[in-house]
């Protein structure tokens, strides 16, 4: 059974960073996403990377803030967020496929994604 352990979240003021891991055990994952959701909103697209890390999708209100990557060794992937806005204020959800649809392959649709994180809090202050 997969699981998925993230970590790096946090309260911080506006305009700072955070750097978001997501580290999966107990079997082999290949696109990973990140997403989130804030209090009575719908959950959107953060981030996702392909299994060969060449492809990478951001939601739309990213703009240039974060970048993911993949570390091959421990399958670990990152989300760097920077200049961090009020807004971005949620939980962020680490999700992976279990299933292999192509090495240069993600998803922006959050149903095809059967393993998710706990979840980590960021939060930024005005």
């Known amino acids: 059974q997969v699981q998925l352990v993230e970590s790096g979240g946090g309260s911080v003021e506006a305009g700072a960073s955070l750097r978001l891991s997501c580290t999966p055990s107990g079997g082999d994952v290949y696109a990973v996403d990140w997403f989130r959701q804030a209090p009575g909103k719908e959950r959107e697209l953060v981030a996702g990377?392909?299994?060969?890390?060449?492809?990478?999708i951001y939601g739309d209100f990213v703009e240039g803030r974060f970048a993911i990557w993949r570390n091959k060794t421990s399958d670990t992937v990152l989300l760097e967020m920077n200049s961090l806005k009020v807004d971005d204020t949620a939980v962020y959800y680490c999700?992976?496929?279990?299933?292999?649809?192509?090495?240069?392959?993600?998803?922006?649709?959050?149903?095809?994604?059967?393993?998710w994180g706990q979840g980590t809090q960021v939060t930024v202050a005005s």
């Open positions: 990377i392909s299994w060969s890390g060449l492809l990478t």
């Open positions: 999700a992976a496929d279990t299933t292999y649809k192509g090495a240069d392959y993600t998803s922006e649709r959050a149903s095809e994604f059967g393993f």
